[in-house]
């Protein structure tokens, strides 16, 4: 796909909270409404509310993987619980990110989540680059429209 085609890159994900990065992994993100996440979807917290499923592709059962995000993956070890998006105003945007780790290590939880830095997470930790990422926006229940352009 053509880089000013990628969803993450129309969406500034690749930019704002990556660097860009090759997909190797497949990632699905299903919360209890049977709704997928597509990259730039729109999603109203009562969507949203409940943790998602989080599915990660990939055939070699011994590779480790962090994911970051608002959410935590059920089949591995959670460092940072659920907290569903309560956005008060305007259009807020939730990623998920999946690192494949070097080898089994430990992920402490950052000291906060405000100002979350990606970059800096994964540095600290030797993630390297992603492997994948999806991401959706998010409104208060009666918010209206898209992002302007």
């Known amino acids: 796909m053509p880089r000013d085609r990628d969803p993450l890159v129309v969406g500034r994900v690749i930019g704002d ?6 997909r190797s992994i497949p990632l699905r993100v299903t919360y209890m409404n049977s709704r997928d996440v597509n990259n730039g979807c729109e999603l109203k917290p009562s969507q949203v509310a409940n943790q998602p499923r989080v599915d990660i592709g990939g055939e070699d059962l011994r590779t480790f ?3 970051t995000a608002r959410a935590c993956v059920r089949a591995g070890q959670e460092v940072v619980c659920y ?6 105003v305007g259009i807020h945007r ?3 990110i999946l690192f494949r780790q070097l080898g089994r290590q430990t992920v402490y939880a950052p000291g ?3 100002n979350f830095n990606t970059r800096d ?3 600290l930790y ?3 680059s992603p492997v994948a ?3 959706f926006n998010c409104q208060r229940e009666s918010g209206s429209g898209g992002r302007r352009r």
């Open 17 to 22: 909270v990556l660097d860009p990065f090759t």
């Open 65 to 67: 993987y962090t994911l």
């Open 83 to 88: 907290e569903s998006p309560r956005p008060s």
């Open 94 to 96: 939730f990623v998920f």
């Open 112 to 114: 906060w989540r405000q």
């Open 121 to 123: 997470f994964a540095e």
């Open 126 to 128: 030797n993630l390297g």
């Open 133 to 135: 990422a999806v991401y």
